[in-house]
Structure formats: C-alpha cells, structure tokens
C-alpha cells in the first residue's frame, strides 16, 4: 500500500469516487516545511471532477514551523498512478515529512520543491 497526503480537493468524496471509484479513509496529520496556496486549473476534466478552477496548492519554505494539515490515505499502487494522472502539471509528487507518519506522497508546487528535496 501507498500512503498519500491530501489538503485540498483529494479529500472530496465526490473527487475521490471519480477518480479512484471509491471514499477513502484517512487520518489526519501535518507536513511540515510547507505552505498553503491557490493555482489556477484550466485542465477542463479536473474543473468538472473537483468543481472549481481555484485548488490550493503547497509552496515549500523548508522551515519547520511552516505547516500544513491535512489526511492521510492509504491507496493501492494502481490509486496512486489514478492520482498522478488527475493533478496537473503545477504539480510533482514528493514525499514529505510529517509529524505522525514517516512517509507519505504528496503533491506540492513543481515551482518551488528545491532539486535536491
């Protein structure tokens, strides 16, 4: 099993039956070293899915006390490529550091993850 942090719309019921076929149980927990903001989406089937052209996005700081909150999801390998196919370019896959889980995928701003992150 994967385990993926979700802080935005990945924690909608209605997002994650359109794209894993299911509801997902989590539990919650904070990355650390990040912050919360918003990307324009234009990708036409994310809007439907998700409802909205705003989605937040995580900005890294590297700064302990830069935190986000959020839930964390244990999904199949197959789920987790689902996921990879439903974020947009903004985004990359990273794993983070959190303060109850030693690992988890997230997807944070392609922007600004340092490359040796």
Known sequence: ???????????????????????????????????????????KAVIKTSGTDIHPILKYTGLDSDIVEGTIFEITPSELNQADEYEVEEYIRVEGRFRLTQKAWAYVCAQTQPKNA
Not at 17 to 34: A, H, M, Q
Request: hydrophobic content about 35%.
């Open 1 to 43: 099993m994967e385990k993926l942090f979700s802080y935005g719309t990945l924690q909608l019921k209605s997002v994650q039956k359109e794209t894993f076929g299911r509801e997902l149980v989590g539990i919650k927990d904070t990355l650390i070293g990040y912050i919360l903001s918003e990307v324009k989406i234009t990708d």
